[in-house]
């Protein structure tokens, strides 16, 4: 069952709750309190709402508040909306945008083809092999556009995943599955995909069609 924004946002307070076990009852009630107005936030939710996007993924979410709750102190006991904002800084989702314009075509087309199954199927993982039929069926399709061997195509999609475009789903990175079906996230928002396509000097037109078509 896919995860609704409105879930998401329960698992974030969820996340940062704490329990009625705590031995501080009093501080425990405030700072759940906290965490309540704080998951009403319009900055808050921006943050959420854009990391949402990028993947569903619980342990994305617990990497963004790992910082910002390892940052309270006595002085400074209650998170921030500021803290959640710079924390999804430090992750450098943001900054993968500007890395795509440093991207192959071959590489900018296994993005692409990411990309549509991501839409295809509701931001929900996909593996290579999904990727590789995709950009097959489109290059079957025109001609113009350069095929390579699958080995090569492997090798740019292995890249991919060096420079962290892509993400093993968590707990199966180290499975003994083979790397061609480990099931995996795209961690480009389909605005950025879009700008960067629109601003790589020399990219097909053919290509640029297909990034900008809803499906393949």
């Not at 939710?45 to 963004?64: C, E, F, G, P, T």
């Not at 800084?89 to 083809?113: T, Y």
């Not at 593996?127 to 350069?146: D, G, T």
């Amino acid at each position: 069952m896919t995860l609704s924004f409105k879930d998401y946002i329960e698992v974030f307070c969820l996340t940062l709750n704490l329990p009625t076990s705590f031995p501080d009852k009093k501080f425990a009630k405030a700072w759940n309190y906290h965490v309540k107005v704080l998951s009403t936030d319009a900055l808050v939710q921006a943050v959420l709402q854009k990391l949402y996007n990028l993947n569903k993924s619980i342990r994305h979410l617990h990497m963004l508040l790992i910082l910002p709750v390892c940052e309270t102190s006595e002085a400074r006991p209650y998170l921030t909306a500021a803290d959640i904002a710079n924390s999804y800084k430090n992750l450098g989702l943001d900054s993968k945008a500007s890395m795509l314009h440093g991207l192959s075509v071959l590489e900018m087309c296994l993005i692409i083809a990411m990309n549509h199954l991501s839409q295809i199927y509701d931001r929900d993982p996909f593996n290579f092999e999904m990727v590789y039929s995709e950009y097959q069926k489109f290059v079957q399709k025109k001609s113009s556009v350069q095929n390579f061997e699958k080995a090569v195509i492997v090798k740019a999609f292995e890249h991919l995943q060096s420079l962290e475009f892509v993400l093993p789903l968590e707990g199966l990175a180290s499975s003994r599955a083979q790397k061609e079906y480990t099931q995996m996230y795209l961690l480009i928002d389909p605005a950025q995909i879009t700008d960067a396509v629109q601003k790589y000097a020399g990219l097909p037109t053919e290509i640029q069609h297909w990034a900008r078509s809803s499906l393949c």
